[in-house]
């Protein structure tokens, strides 16, 4: 396929493989067809705000800044108007707005906790505003997503700063690797209690209960056997099933267009909507064309093409999966899944192996690279090896990613975070961050990046448009769902508050009544409620209600919001937990009710039943979901087998249900992960 066969997929997608779309025809808006008859062509653009000139003469407008053309060649004054709030900026601003409020109660928490012991039964201070203290929240979460502007300066050294947020935490909680900053109180003999899932096989009182062989088989093994099972096991191959019939060098250049359209609309289609590493105008307006003009050539562009296109055949398969139809497909009204001409090339094992070890070749030259495009590169190959079950590659990655990241703003003197490309940094900040922290607090022994210590300067990200010419058509890749995802970004940040919150306050253990404190504990389902309660519309979930999505990623993301409720509310009764399982003289009525609740969020998350369960191929952090049910089998195993009748009480009715759909989880994810069937061999045994 030559260049200009392969530039002609524009026709349906806002010319993907050229750098800008153009337009025929002269200024004057007419041409003539081939009987010299006038035709009237349409308006190139509408003015959407004409400057106050223009809209005075009641002319035509071509916006210009600073100065139209009218005004410049008249030489006058050229002002505009301030633009009106759109729909979609004032759902934002209520969104942010509603993160702010949940952001300055949970401040004035942290001052609850940091009372003297002795005052804790004092009721919590009235809720009220609080200072900006930096914070990426603090700093995103102002009245309106206007002005605001962010500097990190090379010799501020932020890691002598403690960051107010703690760690990022999906899909479950994390503890950070050093001491928290906000004690619950001045008690010596309190021990910290790790978030770690596979920990809980190593609770005393556990190992007292589960059976025998259990017991031994998990101590025959390292402590920490994921890390070493995963290090062993055989790189991915590195052979390249290439189409029948194409030559090496060139095979690339030969694919069909649609072929290439559709595969980056399906990874845009899913994946973008979960991690947003990428800006999908910029991709289809310049980064796609540069790849095709270099005929996918050793450069960062055809890089980061490649590797989307692999995840690209993720996303296929993840629509297969889940019988949707492509986005192509969907777009024509079709519904279901429908074989597209090119199926063929996902057919790799895993799917998108051929594009994915191009992407790797081609990269091979560039690896010492540390800016913007090469931390998305390793973001990529993050979630590709996060989607196919190989959490040690996932973990070297992200590290290459967090390295661009820290980078980057270590070299910078100031970031406009205001600007589209201050925006892309910490987009890939976050993203990077966010998985991160998932992978090295379950695997702890592995070691962190130091991308945390930047975390108090990294705002979020507004989703800031890429600039666009006016005279575009690139009104073709805006999305009316585009909103609706932002908004769950945001969500997510909020609540990652309020469970770095749970961690900080209740996760240590003492031999004592009253503790942890129930007065935070109160407060924290307090705030978990607010979260739930300040959803913007469209993000709102029902206990009971159902599917009715339209993609596959709004399955996931409705999933996401709903599990991570759940998460939330299993993670405030979880202490309780181990003090009824270690110290049961000391536990109360009011804490075993704390368990009882925390049981019941335990249950039933939507990310492992259903539709997310079926489409293994796009659910978000599978290793993070399976770490999370390893330890709730335990756990659940451990309380029906515990000699405390009020514990085994506590247990929700249908437990040894959910049991069984979480070892199915298991077993399903184990398949393609020699740690995770490890996993699934010890929970085998308590069936003995």
Same mark, same amino acid.
């Given at each position: 396929m030559?260049?200009?066969?392969?530039a002609?997929?524009?026709?349906?997608h806002?010319e993907p493989f050229?750098?800008?779309?153009?337009?025929d025809?002269?200024?004057?808006?007419s041409?003539?067809?081939?009987?010299?008859?006038?035709?009237?062509k349409?308006r190139s653009?509408?003015?959407?705000?004409a400057?106050?000139?223009?809209?005075?003469r009641k002319t035509r407008c071509d916006?210009?800044r600073?100065?139209?053309?009218?005004c410049?060649?008249?030489?006058?004054?050229?002002?505009?108007q301030?633009?009106?709030?759109?729909?979609?900026?004032?759902s934002?601003?209520v969104?942010?707005?509603?993160?702010?409020?949940l952001?300055s109660k949970?401040?004035?928490?942290?001052a609850a906790?940091?009372?003297p012991?002795?005052?804790?039964?004092?009721?919590l201070?009235?809720l009220?505003?609080?200072?900006?203290?930096?914070?990426?929240?603090?700093?995103?979460?102002q009245p309106?997503?206007?002005?605001?502007?962010s500097?990190?300066?090379?010799?501020?050294?932020?890691?002598?700063r403690?960051s107010?947020?703690?760690?990022v935490?999906?899909?479950?909680?994390?503890?950070?690797?050093?001491k928290?900053v906000?004690p619950?109180s001045?008690?010596?003999?309190?021990?910290?209690?790790?978030?770690?899932?596979?920990?809980?096989?190593?609770?005393?009182?556990?190992?007292?209960v589960l059976?025998?062989?259990f017991?031994s088989?998990?101590?025959?093994?390292?402590e920490?056997?994921?890390?070493?099972?995963?290090n062993?096991r055989a790189?991915?191959?590195?052979d390249?099933?290439?189409? #029948?019939g194409?030559?090496?060098e060139?095979w /690339?250049? *030969?694919?069909?267009?649609?072929?290439?359209?559709? !595969?980056?609309? @399906?990874y845009?289609?899913?994946?973008?909507?979960?991690?947003?590493?990428?800006?999908?105008?910029?991709?289809?307006?310049?980064t796609?064309g540069?790849?095709?003009e270099n005929?996918?050539?050793y450069?960062i562009e055809?890089a980061l093409?490649?590797?989307?296109?692999?995840?690209?055949?993720?996303?296929?398969?993840?629509?297969e999966?889940?019988?949707f139809?492509?986005?192509?497909?969907?777009?024509?009204?079709?519904?279901g899944?429908?074989h597209?001409?090119?199926y063929?090339?996902?057919?790799?094992d895993p799917p998108g192996?051929?594009?994915?070890?191009?992407?790797?070749?081609?990269?091979?030259f560039?690896?010492?690279?540390?800016d913007?495009?090469?931390?998305?590169f390793?973001?990529?190959?993050t979630? #590709?090896?996060a989607?196919?079950l190989?959490? /040690?590659? *996932?973990w070297?990655?992200?590290?290459r990613?967090a !390295?661009?990241c @820290?980078?980057?703003?270590?070299?910078?003197g100031t970031?406009?975070?205001?600007?589209w490309?201050?925006?892309?940094?910490s987009?890939?900040?976050?993203?990077t961050l966010?998985?991160?922290?998932?992978?090295?607090?379950?695997?702890?022994?592995?070691?962190?990046?130091?991308?945390?210590a930047y975390?108090?300067d990294?705002?979020?990200p507004?989703?800031?448009?890429?600039?666009?010419?006016k005279?575009?058509?690139?009104?073709?890749l805006?999305d009316?769902d585009?909103?609706f995802?932002?908004?769950?970004f945001?969500a997510?940040?909020a609540?990652?508050?309020?469970?770095?919150?749970?961690?900080?306050?209740?996760y240590?253990?003492a031999e004592k009544?009253?503790?942890?404190?129930?007065?935070?504990?109160a407060?924290?389902?307090?705030?978990?409620e607010?979260w739930r309660?300040?959803?913007?519309?469209?993000?709102q979930?029902?206990d009971?209600?159902?599917?009715t999505?339209?993609?596959?990623?709004?399955v996931?993301?409705?999933?996401?919001?709903?599990?991570?409720?759940?998460?939330?509310?299993?993670?405030?009764?979880?202490?309780?937990?181990y003090?009824?399982l270690h110290?049961?003289?000391?536990?109360?009525?009011?804490?075993?009710?704390?368990v009882?609740?925390?049981?019941?969020?335990?249950?039933?998350?939507?990310?492992?039943?259903g539709?997310?369960?079926?489409?293994?191929?796009?659910?978000?952090?599978?290793?993070?979901?399976?770490?999370?049910?390893f330890?709730?089998?335990?756990?659940?195993?451990?309380?029906?087998?515990?000699?405390d009748a009020?514990?085994?009480?506590t247990?929700?009715?249908?437990?040894?249900e959910?049991?069984q759909?979480m070892?199915?989880?298991i077993?399903?994810?184990?398949?393609?992960s020699p740690?995770?069937?490890?996993?699934?061999?010890?929970l085998?045994?308590?069936?003995?």
């Amino acid at each position: 396929m030559t260049k200009r066969s392969h530039a002609s997929v524009a026709s349906s997608h806002v010319e993907p493989f050229g750098r800008q779309a153009s337009y025929d025809g002269d200024a004057s808006g007419s041409h003539e067809d081939g009987d010299g008859s006038s035709l009237k062509k349409p308006r190139s653009f509408m003015a959407t705000l004409a400057c106050d000139v223009c809209r005075s003469r009641k002319t035509r407008c071509d916006e210009d800044r600073p100065r139209c053309g009218y005004c410049r060649t008249m030489n006058v004054e050229c002002t505009y108007q301030a633009p009106r709030a759109t729909k979609k900026d004032q759902s934002l601003a209520v969104a942010i707005n509603a993160i702010r409020r949940l952001e300055s109660k949970i401040e004035d928490l942290t001052a609850a906790i940091n009372i003297p012991p002795s005052a804790s039964t004092v009721p919590l201070p009235p809720l009220g505003p609080i200072p900006d203290h930096h914070s990426p929240h603090t700093t995103f979460s102002q009245p309106s997503p206007g002005n605001h502007a962010s500097a990190l300066a090379p010799n501020s050294h932020p890691r002598n700063r403690p960051s107010l947020h703690g760690l990022v935490i999906s899909p479950h909680v994390v503890g950070t690797p050093t001491k928290s900053v906000f004690p619950i109180s001045e008690t010596h003999d309190a021990v910290d209690l790790s978030f770690s899932q596979h920990r809980v096989a190593l609770w005393p009182a556990v190992q007292q209960v589960l059976p025998a062989e259990f017991v031994s088989a998990r101590a025959e093994l390292p402590e920490d056997y994921i890390v070493d099972i995963e290090n062993s096991r055989a790189p991915l191959p590195m052979d390249i099933d290439r189409p #029948y019939g194409t030559a090496p060098e060139s095979w /690339l250049m *030969s694919l069909p267009q649609s072929a290439v359209k559709g !595969l980056a609309d @399906a990874y845009f289609a899913v994946f973008h909507r979960n991690m947003p590493i990428l800006d999908k105008y910029h991709f289809f307006s310049s980064t796609l064309g540069m790849a095709m003009e270099n005929e996918f050539g050793y450069d960062i562009e055809s890089a980061l093409v490649l590797n989307v296109l692999a995840l690209g055949c993720l996303a296929v398969k993840t629509h297969e999966e889940g019988d949707f139809a492509l986005p192509s497909c969907h777009s024509l009204g079709l519904r279901g899944f429908v074989h597209p001409e090119w199926y063929q090339l996902i057919t790799d094992d895993p799917p998108g192996l051929k594009f994915f070890n191009e992407a790797r070749k081609r990269f091979g030259f560039l690896m010492c690279q540390n800016d913007l495009l090469a931390g998305q590169f390793y973001m990529l190959l993050t979630l #590709y090896y996060a989607q196919i079950l190989r959490p /040690l590659n *996932s973990w070297t990655t992200v590290n290459r990613a967090a !390295l661009c990241c @820290a980078s980057i703003l270590t070299r910078t003197g100031t970031v406009d975070y205001d600007a589209w490309e201050g925006d892309m940094l910490s987009r890939l900040f976050w993203c990077t961050l966010m998985y991160e922290t998932v992978i090295t607090q379950e695997l702890d022994l592995l070691p962190h990046s130091g991308l945390l210590a930047y975390e108090p300067d990294t705002p979020l990200p507004k989703f800031t448009q890429c600039p666009r010419p006016k005279t575009s058509i690139s009104g073709l890749l805006t999305d009316e769902d585009d909103s609706f995802f932002n908004f769950h970004f945001l969500a997510q940040a909020a609540h990652r508050i309020i469970l770095t919150r749970v961690k900080q306050s209740l996760y240590t253990f003492a031999e004592k009544e009253g503790y942890p404190s129930a007065n935070v504990t109160a407060e924290m389902h307090h705030q978990l409620e607010q979260w739930r309660a300040n959803l913007p519309p469209s993000l709102q979930f029902s206990d009971h209600e159902s599917d009715t999505s339209v993609s596959p990623a709004h399955v996931i993301a409705k999933a996401m919001l709903r599990s991570r409720y759940l998460v939330a509310k299993f993670h405030i009764g979880r202490p309780f937990l181990y003090k009824a399982l270690h110290a049961p003289t000391y536990t109360s009525d009011t804490e075993y009710a704390e368990v009882r609740e925390g049981l019941r969020g335990g249950m039933y998350w939507p990310t492992t039943l259903g539709l997310c369960a079926q489409m293994l191929s796009g659910l978000p952090i599978k290793f993070g979901w399976c770490c999370q049910c390893f330890g709730q089998v335990l756990l659940f195993n451990a309380v029906a087998r515990s000699p405390d009748a009020k514990l085994r009480e506590t247990l929700p009715d249908g437990w040894q249900e959910w049991v069984q759909i979480m070892m199915t989880l298991i077993e399903s994810c184990a398949r393609s992960s020699p740690g995770i069937a490890q996993d699934f061999e010890l929970l085998r045994l308590l069936e003995a």
